[in-house]
């Protein structure tokens, strides 16, 4: 996943819709988890069987609000000027040391 090119590819999607002055922090943040919501509106009522087996309607629905909910958070990264592949390599050195108990070697 190339995030430089999925940024630009939204900010030309901002920028055609003049949708800027909307795209502050606060308002991407709400905006990835009213769509998270949505995700987990999918999976409602399921079983933990029926969720871990939805039909391929309900899977390409799950994949369309993944989506959104990435979007979203790489147009948050842009906005507070955060390296969005750092900070998901951070955390997740972070929870080898804290879940594995052993450092990451990156």
């Known amino acids: 996943?190339?995030?430089?090119?999925?940024?630009?590819?939204?900010?030309?999607?901002?920028?055609?819709?003049?949708?800027?002055?909307?795209?502050?922090?606060?308002?991407l943040a709400m905006a990835a988890s009213v769509?998270?919501?949505?995700?987990?509106?999918?999976?409602?009522?399921?079983?933990?069987?029926?969720?871990?087996?939805?039909?391929?309607?309900?899977?390409a629905h799950a994949g369309q609000e993944i989506g959104d909910v990435i979007l979203y958070l790489v147009l948050l990264c842009g906005e507070l000027g955060l390296d969005m592949e750092q900070v998901v390599r951070a955390k997740l050195a972070d929870n080898e040391r804290r879940f594995l108990g052993s450092a990451s070697n990156e």
């Open 35 to 59: 769509e998270m919501a949505e995700l987990v509106e999918i999976f409602q009522w399921l079983t933990e069987a029926q969720s871990r087996e939805l039909p391929a309607e309900h899977l």
């Open 1 to 27: 996943m190339n995030l430089a090119e999925l940024t630009t590819r939204m900010h030309a999607i901002r920028d055609h819709n003049d949708w800027r002055p909307f795209h502050s922090p606060k308002n």
